[in-house]
C-alpha cells in the first residue's frame, strides 16, 4: 500500500512569519497536532508541533502572539513521499519516535500529511 492511498489530504500549513497564537488557531480549528511550515513556492523548511508551541509559551515567558514560528521550529524534517510504501513510512516514524510525517513531493512541495491516525482508520478497513 502508497503513502497516497492512506494519508490526509489537503493538509492546513504555516509559513515561518505566522505568529504562534496563529499557528496554535490552526490546529485548534482543523483538530491535528502538526502543522508543515512553507515558503511561498509550498516547499516544507519545517514543522511545529502541539507541543512545540506549548514549550515556546513556558520556556519563552511571551505571549503566543509576540512569538513567530521561525523561532521555535527546528531544522529536522523527517518526511515521507506520496508513492512511498507505507512501511517505509512506518518505519521512519518508528526510527525518529514521531506519530506525524509531512508527505512531500519529488519537488520539496507539500502534498499531505501522513499520522499514525490514518493507518490505523485504513488497517480497521
Not at 518526511?79 to 519537488?107: F, G, H
Amino acid at each position: 500500500m502508497k503513502v497516497k492511498e492512506v494519508m490526509s489530504t489537503d493538509p492546513k500549513a504555516c509559513t515561518l512569519t505566522d505568529n504562534l497564537s496563529a499557528a496554535a488557531g490552526l490546529m485548534w480549528e482543523h483538530d491535528c497536532g502538526i502543522l508543515p511550515v512553507v515558503v511561498e513556492e509550498g516547499k516544507v523548511v519545517g514543522l511545529i508541533t502541539d507541543r512545540d508551541i506549548c514549550m515556546a509559551a513556558n520556556m519563552k515567558a511571551r505571549q503566543l502572539s509576540d512569538i513567530v514560528v521561525a523561532d521555535v521550529i527546528s531544522g529536522d524534517i523527517y518526511a515521507c513521499k506520496p508513492d512511498d510504501d507505507i512501511r517505509s513510512a512506518l518505519k521512519t516514524m518508528q526510527e525518529n519516535k514521531v506519530r506525524r510525517l509531512p508527505v512531500i513531493a519529488a519537488d520539496g512541495t507539500l502534498q499531505g500529511v501522513l499520522s499514525m491516525n490514518d493507518v490505523v482508520l485504513k488497517a480497521v478497513e
